[in-house]
């Protein structure tokens, strides 16, 4: 028998996270994404540890349906950004696939240059089964790669869901992907995940679909000027065109982040919108511990509640009395 | 001076209610709505009193954007229940009035006929300030007139935002109002709010506008082929037309409403959702006070632990910890 390999204390983590060890930084994020109570215990003190230092890269956030090319789009994207100097860490949110042993299956080679890219660290993030857990697990392994000194963290999801509203509150720069010719309907964009974006981009404008990218490019610029933006103040949302066959459009895509980065510091939005989503992380942390916590101390009375309610034996209010009661008296006599 | 009247007690409000005073139903709606203590003491010691007989109405939410014809529609359509023989109620919220003195100003009037109809009751409900409540205040309101013997219940709400939602949860049949010659964008109908309906009715289909009316009601009906119901199930949900002025139409949605309850009664459906709907309250009804207890207990701290997160100074994950912990701790030493 090989002996165990102690694993490292929180200090030597960080120590090696700051360094730029990348097999740490893996495995901090896989504890970060562990739903065992030691896991998470580490991963909590590392996270206090490296808090400090985070909160020094652009944070952006990329959607698009299934078959727009986020990935191709985030490779050519991903080399543009490298190629300036800069540090790249890329977050993968996938509803549909699971953790199989800390990694997923096949999708690492979905943007293989950029994996072989030494500038460039990727990442997939399963959203497994756990409720509202996986914003968490994706914005804390965000901190981690912050920590870690990447310049730029890219966060990728599917624009099919409410994944899309978490990722908005995790990031600085939020870009949807487009298809041309196709309605909004077709590709399943909800309305409410358009008014988020910060900036379009219409995909694959090249070879005979350059045309009806370029009018895409308008009846979105029409569009988008109905749906005022409240949240980037005085920021007109541009939509761009790019091809990653050609290359082209991915300068102009970049500059765009950087546009907003420098307008939204300048004015002050940039730092109040950090501080509010700090506040909101808070308050969905705190709200998924209280669950919890419920769940741990009063779910069977809970549930026999529910029952007598839904025979109509007990009201809802009183009801409710009962089981606010019974989780106080529970902490009481603890 | 004149002595003060007493109040009566929760079992002389009860049996008035049950006996149909008209004088202490309002009352007691009242009750609900305040937010004094002793009155929402006094109003659930009444809910639990009322509870047993409430439950035999038949439900009906009725939503619509401002100019489609809400009133002079229920007005209509309250004529035809009362000319049935049976008694109605009419609970009306609206999200832009407020409460003056426990009436609405001028809102009575906007069903002149009905309002004076002995087998109708009508009672506004203003929106208000408070955050969440309204929707509880409405189903408690619907309960107590439940208990006073009407026959049947509607909720009439403005169909644009997120009381769509709360009245769908109390209901057993939610009706769509629509205008013909108007997009969905335009009558400012968000895509949910379609898809929740379990009909949908072409208002003001007479005159020159009823060739328009047939034409939506032939667009609308293909458009609701794509939206499958999940929750009237084996139910196609019809579109129909109708005109307040000729009064066609108004046989024929009230046959809806009754054709829907004998075929969800006959296949458990109608019971089933009340159920749900029950137990949602009962959870909407707790985090409610459970949310009113944390402001209770341990708001300051919490306030200064999101000024803490703001500023990075901790972590939201921390921070949650700790406001849990202080919130146990709290009922602990209590």
């Known amino acids: 028998m090989t002996p165990r390999k102690a694993r490292p204390t929180p200090d030597q983590f960080a120590a090696g996270i700051r360094e730029g060890n990348r097999v740490l930084l893996g495995q901090a994020i896989t504890l970060v994404e562990s739903t065992l109570p030691a896991d998470q215990e580490l991963a909590h003190a590392l996270l206090e540890r490296l808090l400090p230092y985070t909160g020094n890269a652009i944070r952006m956030g990329i959607t698009g349906v299934p078959g727009v090319g986020k990935s191709t789009f985030i490779e050519t994207l991903g080399k543009h950004i490298t190629n300036q100097g800069k540090t790249l860490a890329v ?9 199989t042993g800390g990694s997923i299956l096949g999708d690492k080679t979905r943007m293989e240059e950029l994996s072989r890219n030494p500038h460039a660290f990727i990442r997939p993030t399963a959203a497994g089964d756990a409720l ?3 914003a968490h697990r994706t914005r804390e392994a965000m901190l981690l790669c912050e920590a870690a000194g990447y310049d730029v963290i890219i966060v990728e999801t599917v624009g099919v869901g409410q994944s899309e509203i978490s990722v908005r509150n995790m990031v600085d720069f939020f870009l949807l992907l487009m298809l041309a010719g196709a309605g909004d309907e077709l590709q399943g964009i909800k309305k409410g995940i358009m008014e988020m974006a910060d900036a379009l981009v219409i995909t694959k404008a090249d070879g005979e679909n350059k045309k009806a990218a370029q009018e895409a490019r308008g009846a979105y610029t029409q569009a988008l000027h109905l749906v005022a933006s409240p949240l980037a103040n005085e920021w007109t949302v541009p939509v761009l065109t790019a091809s990653a066959l050609t290359g082209d459009g991915f300068d102009e895509t970049w500059a765009t982040v950087e546009r907003y980065c420098d307008h939204t510091r300048a004015s002050g939005f940039f730092q109040a919108t950090r501080s509010r989503q700090n506040i909101n992380w808070f308050n969905d942390y705190f709200q998924l511990l209280l669950q919890a916590d419920l769940q741990a101390s009063v779910q069977a009375l809970r549930s026999s509640l529910e029952q007598a309610v839904a025979r109509q034996e007990l009201s809802s209010h ?12 529970h902490h009481r006599t603890l």
């Open 91 to 99: 977050l993968t949110i996938d509803p549909s696939s699971r953790l």
């Open 132 to 134: 509202g857990g996986v």
């Open 318 to 329: 009183e009801a409710a009395l009962r089981l606010l009661q019974a989780y106080r008296d």
